[in-house]
């Protein structure tokens, strides 16, 4: 009997108005959101290969060791052509340097060519399933009772040996049976785009994360389907069961969202970030009021009577590259140096502070957000999407979190090689090759030779032994762990509602 009711219903939809639009809909939306999905990947990967060859280069190319900055580029998640998540909202590459721990990316966004056109761009394949998915869900169910009543043929069925439950179980199956196709229609649309185009190369933990949003999708549906029918179960006409159904769409789709954000900043202050810069700039300023206060105390070390360059190249913090001057000039710097690298490190290690305190109050406020956000089903499923797509705010911070364990490394093999306190960290020319002050006041034609010497005259460092940044990828089992609970969510949403619809239905006039 539940499969007579079922197939009576799937069939009553698949000729319906109804059903040719929804179906129409997602073949018209969905293409269009996967092309621009897949452009602004390829996008990403373009500038990604360009980045990361000029960051190779950059390391490669360096003749002091005080330029061995390197700069790592994130590649691009093949996923995120489903879900952004926060991606959008964040760099790509970040600079690894000693006087500072890395916070935030810098870099190229997921952005267009015309900026001006971003804001038309910035819906993905999972923010179009969950507001397709779930519309579609309500006005296919909305009227999944009522209109039996309206049309007198609920009673006519009571009249026989069909019994409740059966009724309702048939009716949630005939439903699925219409809905099913067209969201497993919208996946393989989407999974055909990405196969046919040469430019992407999914592997078996990609296309099992893609499974799971299959899965993740269906139980969304699941939740706005019994939505639908515990609305009809409650009201006796299906006019006021689909206004109904519609303002809920509204306030969990988009009003929702919205105050949990305004909430969760009303309530959890998060320190603003000029403050902690200005603090940051303090310890700078007295990092540099030290550094000029030793200043004399090393000049008068090595004997120097001034400061002599002849090529020279800085950024003012801690890139410095010299060639040619007086003997003085690189046995005065690598006296500030040695006593400038604990001093630089544990400025850091007090801006880190600032930084991760600041950090924390970010952390905060966005978990009272998606704690608020969990009495909405499309948050829950935009959560668990981002989490199966890696593209969630848990796996930036164990991204970044990996570039500061990186950090230590690499200032662990600076201080192994002892680096810093050799002069090759900031001349790529030998102690000896340095004229004296003596040489040069006696017109030594060959001591004004090396006077004059240049940075490019110099090889470039050997920097196969310096430890490379080796991203972890996230496994199928992390980002599933990382949305099981979201997932549970939904799901007992779902046995929530349905266990509610039949208790309502229970006690419905038929009459």
């Known amino acids: 009997m539940i499969w007579l009711i079922a197939k009576k219903d799937f069939l009553l939809n698949l000729l319906s108005v109804r059903f040719i639009i929804g179906f129409v809909l997602c073949l018209l939306v969905i293409p269009f959101t ?17 980045e990361q060859a000029q960051a190779d280069r950059e390391l490669k190319e360096s003749r002091v060791w005080s330029a061995v900055r390197p700069t790592i580029v994130q590649e691009p998640e093949p996923l995120s052509i489903f879900s952004t998540g926060i991606m959008t909202n964040v760099g790509n590459k970040v600079k690894i340097a000693f006087w500072e721990y890395p916070l935030f990316p810098s870099g190229h966004t997921i952005t267009r060519d015309n900026p001006s056109l971003n804001a038309f761009f910035s819906i993905d394949f999972s923010k179009v399933i969950a507001i397709l998915i779930s519309l579609l869900a309500l006005v296919f169910s909305y009227d999944a009772i009522t209109r039996e009543r309206e049309d007198g043929t609920m009673k006519l069925t009571f009249t026989g040996q069909v019994s409740r439950i059966s009724f309702l179980m048939g009716k949630l ?21 990405i196969v046919v185009n040469p430019g992407i190369s999914f592997s078996a933990s990609d296309w099992g994360g893609v499974a799971l949003l299959f899965l993740t999708s269906v139980i969304y549906m699941m939740v706005f389907l019994l939505l639908g029918m515990f609305i009809s179960s409650r009201v006796t006409h299906s006019s006021s069961s689909i206004i109904i159904s519609l303002l809920c769409w509204i306030w969990f789709l988009f009003l929702m969202p ?11 202050k998060a320190p603003l970030y000029d403050n902690v810069q200005a603090a940051m700039n303090n310890y700078d300023d007295t990092y540099y009021k030290e550094y000029g206060e030793e200043w004399p105390r090393a000049a008068q070390r090595v004997n120097m009577r001034g400061l002599s360059y002849n090529n020279c190249n800085g950024d003012g913090v ?17 006296q500030m140096q040695i006593w400038s690298t604990p001093v630089m490190l544990n400025n850091a290690d007090k801006k880190w502070a600032l930084q991760r305190d600041y950090l924390d109050g970010l952390m905060r406020q966005q978990h009272l957000q998606q704690v608020i956000a969990w009495l909405s089903p499309s948050e829950l499923f935009g959560q668990a999407t981002d989490a199966l797509c890696h593209t969630n705010a848990n796996c930036f911070l164990k991204y970044m979190e990996s570039l500061r364990n990186y950090r230590e490394s690499l200032i662990t093999y600076f201080k192994d090689h002892k680096l810093f306190e050799s002069i090759s960290y900031f001349t790529g020319q030998k102690l000896e090759d340095f004229p004296t002050r003596a040489e040069l006041d006696a017109g030594d034609q060959d001591a004004h030779r090396r006077y004059e010497r240049g940075n490019s005259e110099f090889p470039y460092l050997d920097t196969s032994g310096v430890p490379r940044y080796v991203p972890q990828p996230v496994a199928l089992s992390a980002a599933l762990g990382d949305a099981l609970g979201r997932l549970c969510a939904l799901l007992g949403l779902a046995i929530v509602l349905l266990v509610g619809t039949i208790v309502s239905f229970m006690k419905y006039d038929v009459r």
Do not use: M, W
């Not at 621009?36 to 990604?48: F, K």
């Not at 801690?318 to 690598?334: I, K, M, N, V």
């Open 258 to 268: 919205n105050i949990a954000t305004y909430l969760s900043q009303s309530i959890s």
């Open 173 to 193: 199956l005939g439903l699925l049976l219409i809905l099913l196709p067209i969201l497993l229609f919208c996946y393989l649309l989407a999974c055909l785009i």
């Open 34 to 50: 996967i092309i621009v999905s897949v452009d602004n990947y390829e996008n990403q990967v373009r500038v990604y290969k360009i």
């Open 318 to 334: 801690e890139y410095l590259e010299l060639a040619g001057g007086p003997r003085e000039t690189p046995l005065f710097h690598q």
